[in-house]
């Protein structure tokens, strides 16, 4: 088993910064892509950033050029750093992951969800 426990979220002003952190744990062979999705309250969850293994990334429009996706394949870690924030980036952020546990397995995987408020 694998999990993805998510930290960073809180609540911040508008223009002000925020980073998330996904933390991947448990039996990982090695991790695939990654992303962050996020669910405003009373919207379908959307794609927000994704990094590949290699580091190649992209960005929801709404996000481009505020927020910075990163990993660290290391430490199994990934991060959102997130800036400009606007009252619209108001949501529950959830971190998703491709692990591989073995050779032979493969599986997807969400976090828990942390919530990133922003007040005007």
């Known amino acids: 088993q694998v999990q993805l426990v998510e930290s960073g979220g809180g609540l911040v002003q508008a223009g002000g910064s925020l980073r998330l952190s996904c933390a991947a744990s448990g039996s990982i062979f090695m991790i695939n892509d990654m992303g962050w999705y996020r669910q405003p309250p009373g919207k379908q969850r959307e794609l927000v950033a994704a990094i590949t293994s290699g580091g190649s990334t992209n960005y929801a429009a709404s996000v481009k050029g505020r927020f910075t996706i990163s990993r660290d394949n290391v430490k199994n870690t990934m991060y959102l750093h997130m800036n400009s924030l606007k009252p619209e980036d108001t949501a529950v952020y959830y971190c998703?992951?491709?692990?591989?546990?073995?050779?032979?397995?493969?599986?997807?995987?969400w976090g828990q969800g942390t919530q990133v408020t922003v007040s005007s």
């Open positions: 998703n992951a491709e692990v591989r546990s073995s050779p032979w397995r493969v599986n997807n995987y």
